[in-house]
């Protein structure tokens, strides 16, 4: 089989500390890459996703990518995003407009901002709000026990392209004390399975002057089964349910996600505050650990 060789970059995502983030392998110059060897290497990279940039079909897109796990691909993903946008910028890549980046991909073309601090955010594609039933609502309050759940903003499945069953519990101390083991993890699973959602997104708030407004944990339950470090597109649906239930913290706030894995990942969100008319922008850090070159 004949190959060649093409640039390469792992990168740390919604993070500027290596190893506290998310990693991410991106393969550049993938045209030509069929969809089984895609597939292939990022079953070979064994992290959570790789993604595959080549020049966009779209002309008002800057580039395009195909985002893959090792196991399926995926229409959308936020970390992908954000790595990818950094990977390009890093690679000495100019955009068609200055502090600006369009992106081609699965559910079609997403905006991307530079912020002041260096940082970039994507605008979250539009979500299905799907709120879950009473009988639904009852399995998951007993398979999260002890942790308890705040009923007032309701569990619901939202679908932004990556879909996540996004739950509130009473605090942050909840959310990373708990433990999905045994029965409870099963019967999660298939209420997952249920609602055909990738995993569950729970979270719970920080006390006024903590590390940051929300503390995230996403736990993937199938194939994964596995706690994703950091997940920008379960945040994008987390803004949205928020914005949706009328329950905006502001017009921006924090995130943090990973810590009960050693890792500190940091997102920022704001509703309304970059141009475009999008309504909710996910925004974090990214740096670059590997740097080299790939034989595809």
């Not at 991307?112 to 601090?117: G, K, N, Q, S, V």
Request: proline share 7%.
């Amino acid at each position: 089989m004949s190959s060649r060789t093409v640039q390469f970059k792992q990168v740390d995502v919604f993070t500027s500390v290596p190893f506290k983030g998310n990693p991410l392998a991106v393969i550049f110059d993938a045209e030509g890459l069929s969809s089984a060897r895609m597939q292939e290497i990022a079953r070979w990279t064994n992290l959570s996703e790789t993604a595959f940039l080549s020049p966009p079909t779209d002309p008002r897109a800057d580039y395009r990518v195909r985002i893959f796990t090792t196991a399926v691909e995926l229409p959308f993903a936020g970390h992908p995003t954000l790595g990818s946008a950094h990977a390009l910028i890093d690679s000495g890549y100019t955009p068609k407009t200055p502090g600006r980046l369009v992106q081609e991909c699965g559910v079609g073309l997403v905006s991307l901002a530079e912020r002041a601090d260096g940082e970039w955010a994507f605008a979250a594609p539009p979500a299905t709000i799907v709120p879950l039933t009473d009988a639904q609502n009852a399995r998951l309050a007993a398979s999260l026990a002890p942790a308890v759940i705040d009923f007032s903003a309701p569990p619901a499945a939202v679908n932004n392209g990556a879909p996540w069953l996004v739950v509130r519990v009473q605090d942050a101390s909840q959310c990373l004390a708990m433990s999905l083991r045994g029965e409870a993890r099963a019967s999660i699973a298939t209420l997952v399975a249920e609602t055909g959602m990738h995993g569950i997104a729970v979270y719970g708030p920080h006390a006024p002057g903590g590390p940051a407004t929300f503390e995230l944990r996403v736990i993937l339950l199938g194939a994964e089964n596995m706690e994703d470090p950091v997940t920008g597109s379960a945040n994008a649906a987390l803004a949205t349910l928020l914005s949706a239930q009328g329950r905006r913290p502001g017009a921006s706030y924090t995130v943090r996600q990973g810590t009960a894995l050693g890792r500190d990942g940091r997102v920022s969100i704001a509703y309304d505050d970059l141009a475009d008319g999008a309504p909710v922008w996910i925004g974090g850090h990214s740096v670059t650990v590997i740097d080299g070159t790939f034989r595809i």
